[in-house]
């Protein structure tokens, strides 16, 4: 929301569960008074109905000989991305994780996606985490092809080292059809947990675009609750500590201040 394209309308997409949905949408009805520009809209989608289905196709047909607790090892919504196509209708998205905010405009993105439509997806060069993608939802059903085409798929997971779920079948599709897998800027490919070695100031000297917290380390420890080593100034430039407690009135009155004209529109939420 305080990063949004400043010439674009932005569109979110939330996709979960019925349970989800539930603790939701109470929340979302906060930002019905926001006016913004350009416009902003938060659509939400129930995708309680398609869950088994996907659930028994990623269990049955894709890694029928893994074990179910990796495979979904982190959680069934960790895959949800991957069927979007069957839900959003949208020629591209910027797919981010729960733990990812985004600390610059997205203008400079919104410009590369009209570039990324002849890939199925694009993420960053280095650490390539899925938690931070462009995807081409129209590509999704070959993606799934193509996947399938190389069961069983555990004999990747030591050629990949990589275990067995999402972010496997994104790398074994890049190993397969390397052009078809954009690269991102390195200002997008930013997950602390791979960064934590050095500085963040030293691995990218010319600024981060986005924060992903939790992705890649072994610990899940949720660091928006803790007094988390990521906060601390040296590391992310006190990027961290200032999103993590930032207040929804002061992003408010962030997003509000940029509303000086008839441009504006009402924040919509479906």
């Known amino acids: 929301l305080l990063n949004a394209p400043v010439h674009a309308p932005l569109v979110i997409h939330i996709m979960a569960t019925q349970q989800a949905c539930d603790r939701i949408q109470p929340f979302l009805q906060q930002f019905k008074t926001w006016r913004t520009r350009p416009a902003i809209s938060i659509r939400l989608h129930n995708v309680q109905p398609h869950v088994a289905t996907w659930r028994a196709f990623l269990l049955q047909n894709v890694f029928p000989d893994v074990p179910k607790q990796v495979v979904l090892g982190h959680t069934m ?52 985490c899925s938690g931070f993608l462009i995807l081409t939802p129209s590509r999704l059903s070959d993606f799934w092809q193509s996947i399938l085409a190389q069961r069983p798929l555990a004999r990747w997971s030591d050629r990949l080292d990589n275990v067995p779920n999402d972010q496997l079948l994104l790398r074994l599709y890049q190993h397969q059809h390397p052009t078809m897998v954009g690269a991102l ?14 500085p963040l100031q030293q691995s990218r000297p010319d600024g981060v675009a986005m ?40 992003t408010q009155f962030i997003v509000e201040s940029s509303c000086v004209d008839s441009l504006c529109s009402t924040l919509s939420v479906f």
């Open 77 to 128: 919504g960790s895959y949800f991305r991957l069927f979007c196509h069957e839900v959003l209708q949208a020629p591209s998205v910027l797919y981010l994780d729960t733990d990812v905010v985004v600390t610059a405009p997205l203008d400079r993105l919104w410009q590369y996606i009209s570039t990324t439509d002849q890939h199925v997806f694009a993420w960053g060069p280095e650490i390539q």
């Open 185 to 198: 800027p390195l200002a997008y490919d930013v997950s602390l947990a791979k960064l934590w070695n050095a």
């Open 211 to 250: 924060l992903h917290f939790n992705g890649g380390g072994k610990s899940k420890e949720n660091v928006f609750a803790s007094d988390h080593a990521y906060l601390k100034q040296q590391h992310t430039w006190g990027m961290a500590n200032y999103y993590i407690h930032l207040s929804w009135n002061w």
